[in-house]
């Protein structure tokens, strides 16, 4: 295969790890692993790196599935009918969950977890890939199973810790949620769900391009926006909280929306610009060109909506059903907003919101991707 592709984890070494844009996703190992092939494991720090490199067939195809990699660009962009700057989408609006112990856990309209909820009880899916809250190790992928698996890793609500340790990760994609897909084929779970930032869908969708291992158990794929991630730890070092006057310790709920909004155990919250805070996102978001989740089936983020609301991209036709279905069963209820009054504006609000988010973000990485290459 070497022939062919003429790439090797040799080369995902040299174009992202050892660049710094990794964003330790998980995919590379995910396929190597599942393939018994099992020349990578994630390393310190959850970066991947070889476990046996004797056992490297060379075959490229952990380069080709890298989201930070290019290769398998445009026939992704072609297969999911992509257009700029958001990708495919068939429709756009506010919504929230109908379930109260969902509202009371979730990061904004508890939609993810409401229709995760569907699916699983409606035997669609035998579980999903979510990342759940730790005691004291911040989040961890899983797989859940039940619907009370589901409602643990809503949300981030840290209400009960202290620890600057446990809130480290919550907007940390840097656990390796693609890596659990694997451990799924074992326990004879062959239809799942998963949730994941634009990096981590888009190596499940190049693994699907190229009908691989083990991402045909991946049957429906709910994308989060994403500007960057970073962790709590992250903000303290970089003297940001003095700056703010922030008690990091009291910090009761973090969420992205249009600001990073930091709500206090005092109720108070705080709101402070993403551009701030751009300062300690990783190198690989700053290279990152995806706000919107341009290749999941459906995209959710809270900008543009009213607080407590969910904002949903439905973008493929699955994506449409499955939807329609939640909406029909009661899981899930639609809202103009409270900042509009017909459905036209609110979705005209919402897009210019959301467009504006995705060009700047684009544009960013371009700066970055051509800093780096002078
Ligand atoms: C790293 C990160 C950055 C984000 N940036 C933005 C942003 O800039 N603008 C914006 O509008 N929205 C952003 N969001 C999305 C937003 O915070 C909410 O997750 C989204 O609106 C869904 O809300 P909900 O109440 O419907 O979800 P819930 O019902 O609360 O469910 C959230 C789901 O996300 C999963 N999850 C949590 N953290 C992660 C993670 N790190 N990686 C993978 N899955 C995870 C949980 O397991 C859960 O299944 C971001 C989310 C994350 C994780
Ligand atoms: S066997 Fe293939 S997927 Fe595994 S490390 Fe080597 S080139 Fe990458
Ligand atoms: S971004 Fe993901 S697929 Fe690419 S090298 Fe890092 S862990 Fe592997
Ligand atoms: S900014 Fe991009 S690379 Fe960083 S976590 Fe979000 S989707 Fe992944």
Partial sequence: MNSKNELSFENLLQDVVNKNLCNRCGGCVSFCSANSIDALKIGKEGFPEYKDKDKCLECGICYLICPKTRNLEEELKSHYDWKYPLGHWIDIFSARSTDEEVLNVATDGGVVTSILIYLLENKIIDGAIVSKRTGTHGRMPIIAKTRSDLIDAAGSSFAETHHLDELGNIYSTSFPIIKVIKESASDSMKKLAIVGTACQIEAIRKMQLLNI???????????LFCMQC??????????????????????EKVNIKDNLILKMKSNVSFHIPLEEIEEIARPACLACNDFSNEFADISVGGVGSQDGYTTVMIRTSLGKQVYAEALYHDYVKNSHGSYHHSREVNEKHLLDIIKDFAIRKKIRSEKRINSMNN
């Fill in 213 to 223: 291992v083990p991402s045909n158990l991946i049957i429906f794929a709910i994308g």
């Fill in 230 to 251: 970073f962790t709590i730890e992250d903000l303290s070092k970089k003297n940001f909280a003095k700056t703010h006057k922030i008690d990091l310790d009291n910090i």
